[in-house]
């Protein structure tokens, strides 16, 4: 076994002229990956990554999930308060909006749960197509409804969409991704959600004083899907998969279309680095059951680490209350008195959709844990300041929220502006960060690892969405939000102690993070020594450049 030391030692040349020794240097990148070390072979083979208009093409054909994802969970908070007596009741009881707004995300948790697993055994491509038709199904279902139970029942097929979709629209980016720009472009499929949530609050603006306007508002979802489902029949299938099918063949035609401006021999390399990286997953997936694999998730030290870790993320992004807003800002707004809710709910999408750009320039420079590490405390101030406005905007109701009462418009603002500073912060870096969640597992576990932290995500979902109104009725609006505070708090010294860095780590290099702990520091090692082959590898290059140059004038 060859360490780092040693490593260091070689020849600069040496990684290069690994390449005419592909066989003996393929069983050294195995070795490394299963000791702990950067693989001088894989560093090189990552080489040439300026990505093509086909990958860029790739990835917003496949963020038409996310924007599918951002519409149908933000568009029912302008419908709730327009629906009226559509449905039946002269209006809708707090009880009617926590079901109608809670069995979206149950129906997202039972999808979250079978997605990953689902596209271990058909593909990442096929369950963006299910995902797609049953969004079209569940927007139909609801514009055609006439009673709670339905209205009910099409936002839990669309929860189901939407699980699909939030699980495998991520994985299936990271896996067509060069390294350089992964969390960009998962970050872009998040940009779309948040796109989706602004274009849900303008056409329920829109739609405010349209009778049966909410119609409309729910079944427009049906048209994102219907473009995705054509595109798809264009998209490629992740290597990553078609070199666990063994073809090979497939997954070196999609890899140079990837890489447009590498050499021929430059693809060859990637795609057998790529190969012998998969070669153990390969293993284990033929050699082993589902059982097998899902039982190694808690008992393999490595997998429960990266487990944690995505499980703890996804927790930590719902137990914060962001989605309250999303769901139930218009009916937050009306209460302490803006003429406007839903339009000014729209300053709050907006807000996310903003700051969600500002981390798509930055997660891949700054990293994914010190983005985390600077934005959680803005959050928390954010909801301490909603929690001190709600007290004295409440103060002569009891500290409860009475819908018609005029509160103080000094603190009405307030409210407003704390929400702002609270989501321009988690837009920056909690509403982006556990979405890298596939990067953490490696090939054999990734289904189940992103199923599973998936669900965590819907399942703390589901317990904030259909709380929330009780809790603003049991503990106040001042108590409910000084709650999430304290748990955004708790979000924060969990990546303190437990997230490691991985941006600039492939996705083969990633598990090493979790060897023998949660990996901050080790994290820190392995990006060190891989920057510093690239640095060799980069000298190398200009020494024979230089040399050709010589050449030419002699």
Known sequence: MINEKQKDDRPISNASSKVSDKVESLDDLIRDNDSGEINELAVVAEGEERTTWFVWILVMCSTISGLLFGYDTGVISGALVTIGSDLGPETLSNGQKELITSSTTLGALLGGLAAGVLSDWTGRRPVLGIADVIFIGGAIAQAVCHDVWSMIGGRFLIGIGVGLAACIAPLYIQELSPTRLRGRMVVLNVVMITLGQVIAYGIGAGFTHVHGGWRWMVGLGAVPAGLQIAF?????????????????????????????????????????????????????????????????????????????????????????????????????????????????????????????????????????????????????????????????????????????????????????????????????????????????????????????????????????????????????????????????????????????????????????VFKNSFGIKESKRLRIAKRDIKSREKMRKEGLKDQGNDAEKA
């Not at 709650?483 to 102690?497: K, R």
């Open 232 to 512: 798809l029949f264009f998209l490629p299938e992740s290597p990553r998969i078609m070199l666990r099918r063994g073809d090979k063949a497939a997954a070196h035609a999609v890899m140079t279309k990837i890489y447009a401006y590498a050499k021929p021999e430059e693809v060859d390399l990637k795609v057998k680095v790529l190969q012998a990286a998969v070669k153990k997953s390969i293993e284990i997936t033929e050699s082993t059951t589902f059982i097998h694999r899902f039982k190694s998730m808690i008992l393999d030290p490595v997998n429960r680490r990266a487990l944690v870790v995505g499980c703890g993320m996804q927790a930590f992004q719902q137990l914060c209350g962001f989605n309250t807003l999303m769901y139930y800002s218009a009916t937050l707004f009306k209460e302490i008195g803006f003429n406007q809710p839903t339009a000014v709910g729209l300053i709050v999408s907006g807000t996310n959709f903003i700051f969600t750009l500002v981390a798509l320039k930055w997660i891949d420079k700054i990293g994914r844990r010190n983005i985390m590490i600077w934005s959680a405390p803005g959050m928390i101030f954010g909801l301490t300041l909603a929690s001190i406005s709600f007290f004295y905007m409440t103060k002569k109701t009891g500290g409860a929220l009475v819908d018609g009462t005029q509160y103080s418009t000094t603190w009405s603002a307030l409210v407003l502006l704390s929400m702002i500073l609270f989501v321009a912060s988690y837009a920056t870096g909690l509403g982006n960060v556990p979405w890298q969640q596939g990067e953490l597992f490696s090939l054999e576990v990734r289904g189940i690892g992103t199923s599973l932290a998936t669900a965590t995500n819907w399942g703390g979902n589901l317990i904030i969405g259909s709380t929330y109104l009780s809790l603003m009725a049991k503990i106040t609006p001042a108590g409910a939000f000084g709650f999430y505070a304290g748990l955004c708090l708790l979000g924060w010294i969990f990546v303190l102690c437990c997230f490691p860095e991985t941006a600039g780590l492939s996705l083969e290099e990633v598990k090493m």
